[in-house]
């Protein structure tokens, strides 16, 4: 994979921005795939992200990020987003994932059931999480089967 590569479906479409072999410390350094997401017609609408791998910090940070502009929310476009990464992650030997979101974020949770996860549990979180340190208590934790 390289910097700038698309994927596509119908609706939209994800263009590499960026990759981090040394991953980031908060989610226990593991490599991560930065992507925009664009309509079909090419405007910009968000972003997202894949962090390749599950270790104990995954379990509450998740493989999976995204956020959609404020403007272009309401379409499901980070739905339609992690179902294209889950195909990458397959490419990239992935066999399952793991999403997580605050329990009071409910678009959220609703892209989690749209694009296919199941919600395994609402897990409280470790006092060393980063979550933790910015007032969050409890995540989330939807599960994917690639």
């Not at 390289?2 to 593991?30: C, E, K």
């Not at 066999?95 to 009071?104: A, Q, S, V, W, Y």
Request: charged fraction near 25%.
């Amino acid at each position: 994979m390289h910097n700038g590569q698309i994927w596509r479906d119908d609706d939209i479409y994800l263009q590499q921005s960026f990759f981090l072999a040394d991953g980031r410390a908060d989610t226990g350094n593991v490599p991560v795939y930065f992507f925009r997401i664009h309509r079909a017609d090419g405007v910009e609408v968000g972003h997202c992200d894949l962090r390749v791998g599950l270790n104990d910090r995954l379990m509450f940070a998740g493989n999976i990020g995204y956020g959609v502009w404020q403007k272009h929310r309401g379409h499901h476009y980070a739905a339609k987003a992690c179902r294209i990464l889950f195909t990458i992650a397959k490419e990239l030997g992935m066999t399952e994932l793991l999403i997580t979101c605050d329990p009071d974020n409910g678009a959220s949770m609703r892209t989690c059931e749209l694009a296919g996860c199941q919600l395994l549990a609402i897990l409280p979180l470790p006092k060393d999480c980063i979550d933790y340190r910015m007032g969050a208590r409890y995540k989330c934790q939807y599960h994917k089967v690639l």
